[in-house]
């Protein structure tokens, strides 16, 4: 057995997508010859946008987790100025901005370079050199965002120098869709792509998770770092999804559900004047459900529509309710983000959509990574944000498809490629 240490900073008790892909990794790896040691923060001195305890119970009692102290700025920016005012990734729990609000954008875009977690980097080195030391351990993969772990890797590197590294990167990095929304000056911009640029060149092997994102990469830093990056997506656990398999959507009404955060940069306004035609046209056995933590602008944009009392807003739920609620829909909604790299994102819920075998409505590139990969698996289809009537027709067809009885599962298994053990087994070929 290859032991090898994992090091992230989203680990239970920490709640949301981001958790999910390590947590995976670090399940399903021992099965391919490799025993990961965690290296991760300790909760009570980390700032995690949310927590779901019930995901304790999936870290198998044989993983060992070691935990390190941590300097939160985020912690210090809501005592002073309110939790509201903080920025986290995305903006989507945010409301209508302040003075406040844009104050703290900037400290966050031009004061914590690469992120906000910058100030456990230097506990987590020192906690894994000396595991590193005791335990001979000669590979380390590094799981982000916060993009400021990869920062660990490059001391490491220093310090051990024949110590493999494994850079895997679940997001973009300098250009990700929200980066203007840091309001990075050009001294901030510069010092974010150094570290880009040295990650991406001294890590032994880099993973991502789409291959746009490798394309962009490679783009950047030539056919040295092409030739080092792995694509390896995201994925949903069969397991997670036993207990939910026998959940049928309402049998009163045709249920359209959105699970995760969502903020005014997702620009969904032509789902909901989709859905106002149908209820214009006097169908109103509709409920539009949305399950996470969602900006007001958005609620703003479904009122206006006309569709707000069709909406449902759940605050954030458990995992294991998340995907409750993906087995009671008719159709799950996925939205991508606009802005640049929009064809990179490749959310962790689009791969637990294809796992609870409904179809997939989604809103974004067409030409994108997350339409290739909802094509492959004849799961829905993908629209762009200026096709109206093909979306409306293709809505039209599915809600008369479930007034008649149709539930809409789904029938193909091509999603199955996309289970977490395949992933993990991908990954542990990477390991020396």
């Known amino acids: ?75 210090i920016l809501g005592a002073v100025a309110g939790k509201k005012a903080v920025p986290h990734a995305g903006f989507a729990g945010a409301k209508r901005e302040g003075l406040m609000q844009r104050a703290m954008r900037w400290v966050r875009g031009n004061w914590m370079i690469p992120d906000a977690r910058r100030g456990w980097v230097r506990y987590a080195v020192e906690a894994a050199a000396d595991v590193i030391a005791r335990e001979k351990i000669g590979t380390i993969i590094i799981s982000s965002p916060p993009h400021s772990s990869q920062l660990i890797g490059l001391e490491l590197k220093k310090r051990f120098p024949t110590l493999h590294w494994i850079a895997d990167l679940r997001d973009p990095w300098t250009d990700i869709y929200f980066a203007k929304e840091l309001m990075k000056g050009p001294r901030a911009e510069r010092l974010d792509a150094l570290w880009e640029a040295r990650v991406m060149n001294e890590a032994d092997a880099v993973v991502v998770v789409g291959p746009s994102m490798k394309k962009s990469f490679a783009a950047r830093y030539g056919n040295a770092v092409d030739r080092k990056i792995t694509v390896i997506p995201n994925g949903y656990d069969a397991e997670d999804l036993l207990p939910v398999k026998s959940i049928a959507p309402p049998s009163d009404r045709t249920r359209i559900t959105y699970v995760g955060s969502m903020a005014a940069s997702y620009q969904p306004h032509i ?88 179809p997939i409505v989604g809103i974004g590139p067409p030409y994108g990574d997350a339409a290739a990969i909802i094509a492959e698996c004849d799961a829905g289809c993908m629209f762009d944000r200026h096709q109206t009537n093909e979306l409306a027709g293709w809505l039209g067809a599915k809600l008369a498809a479930v007034r008649s009885g149709d539930s809409l599962t789904l029938v193909r298994n091509a999603h199955q490629r996309y289970d977490r053990r395949a992933t993990a087994e991908a990954l542990s070929r990477l390991v020396p």
């Not at 021992?30 to 999936?58: C, H, K, N, R, W």
């Open 1 to 75: 057995m290859k032991r090898i240490l994992f090091i992230t900073y989203y680990w239970p008790p920490s709640g949301g997508a981001g958790v999910q892909r390590g947590l995976k990794f670090v399940k399903y790896l021992p099965e391919f010859g490799v025993e990961p040691v965690v290296l991760t923060v300790d909760p009570d001195q980390a700032s995690y946008p949310s927590i779901d305890v019930s995901l304790m119970a999936e870290v198998a009692k044989e993983v060992r987790v070691i935990r390190t102290k941590s300097f939160e700025p985020l912690r």
């Open 271 to 358: 789902f909901f004047d989709a859905i106002a035609e149908y209820v214009g046209a006097g169908d109103h056995k509709i409920e539009l459900r949305f399950v996470g933590s969602v900006s007001e602008d958005i609620k703003a944009i479904a009122a206006q529509a006309g569709v707000g009392h069709l909406c449902t807003w759940v605050p954030t739920v458990s995992h294991t309710e998340a995907l409750k609620e993906m087995a009671a829909a008719h159709l799950l909604l996925l939205v991508i983000p606009a802005g640049a790299g929009d064809e990179r994102i490749l959310t962790g819920k689009l791969f637990e959509y294809l796992g609870a075998r409904r």
